[in-house]
């Protein structure tokens, strides 16, 4: 069990979380402008594509030609508003407490090495070659991870339809997320039939983001104690 460290400094300004929600919104909303085979050349250029990474040749070549890059840009790309809004509706959430508990920087790097590594993931497990990979989905799932990491015993408020009448609850934010992760290991199975989602991705980037936020976690709590002298 975590407990709250006390801090004298001064509240850090958070600035992450807001510059990733604008840079979503702003690439999705400037690639919809584009004509529909310009939105299609840039999708197949900056996100990410499955297949091609089965030797240490393809790797050693996706790094010298920069092709490793789209597992990030891929985060900036979505099919369509339903694809966006979902992302940036779980960023709001769990995006705004893992950034005042680990720092806009720790927060970013979350966010950018947790999205590349779902993306790689998905990359590597989906067995059909060329399927593109884009959307911030993965990224928020390591967002995800690092919230039950850094909150284990918080409560989300969920909204629960009683006859004509709905009522708002708090349930613990483990029982949720481990529903959500539950779900995502089954669909990783039985993807094809819930549409062409990229189920491995959510699970790689929610693994990742609890590894991270452990860490981090540790490092601010030992920073702490060395500001304290003890």
Known sequence: MFVAL?????????????LLFVLLWACFVSSSL???????????????????LSTPADWALALRDGTAVRLVSALFLHAD?????????FLLIFGL????????WRFLGLFLFGGAAANLAAVLAIGTPDRLIIGASGAVSALIGAYLALFPGAKLGV??????????????AALLIGVWALLQFLFT?????????????????????????LLARAGIARRMRRKRGF
């Open 159 to 172: 909204v629960v339809p009683l006859g004509l009448f709905l009522q708002f609850v708090k349930v613990p």
């Open 97 to 104: 407490p893992a950034e005042r508990a680990m720092g806009p």
């Open 189 to 213: 199975f039985i993807g094809p039939a819930f549409g062409a989602v990229a189920w491995s991705a959510h699970l790689a980037g929610f693994a990742f983001g609890g590894a991270f936020a």
């Open 81 to 89: 508003w339903a694809h966006l809004l979902g992302n940036l509706l």
């Open 6 to 18: 006390p801090s004298r400094d001064k509240a850090r300004l958070r600035w992450a979380m807001p």
């Open 34 to 52: 584009l004509p529909d085979p310009e939105q299609r050349r840039v999708m197949l250029t900056w996100g990410a594509l499955s297949g091609g």
